[in-house]
Nanobody
Framework: VQLQAFGGGLVQAGGSLRLSCAAS????????MGWFRQAPGKEREFVAA????????FHADSVKGRFTISRDNAKNTVYLQMNSLKREDTAVYYC?????????????????WGQGTQVTVSS
């Protein structure tokens, strides 16, 4: 499955952005989907994941209450709604496809990655 993330940009602190991840090649309905981010000089970190059915979601503590992951299997797309953005949210955001019944939050738990979209939060 090929993934393409888009929707990033420059936003002021306190603002909102919605990232989208469009899949092609295969339907994502059988995959767990996730979002990760990587800031300069830092390791890639887990942001959020959603199970294949959409009935369970997981969010990192750093974004809980501000970010929401969702999916529309009919559109083969995953979303990340980001509200109350902070400067420390600045990073390249990646979407990824994982195994159907996985519950892991490590990058190694996901097997297909999009190219990333830059999110920059200014003060």
């Amino acid at each position: 499955v090929q993934l393409q993330a888009f929707g990033g940009g420059l936003v002021q602190a306190g603002g909102s952005l919605r990232l989208s991840c469009a899949a092609s090649g295969r339907t994502i309905s059988s995959y767990r989907m996730g979002w990760f981010r990587q800031a300069p000089g830092k390791e890639r970190e887990f942001v959020a994941a959603i199970q294949w059915s959409g009935d369970s979601t997981f969010h990192a503590d750093s974004v809980k209450g501000r970010f929401t992951i969702s999916r529309d299997n009919a559109k083969n797309t995953v979303y990340l709604q980001m509200n109350s953005l902070k400067r420390e949210d600045t990073a390249v955001y990646y979407c990824a496809a994982g195994y159907k019944y996985s519950l892991g939050t490590n990058p190694s738990d996901f097997f297909s990655w999009g190219q990333g979209t830059q999110v920059t939060v200014s003060s």
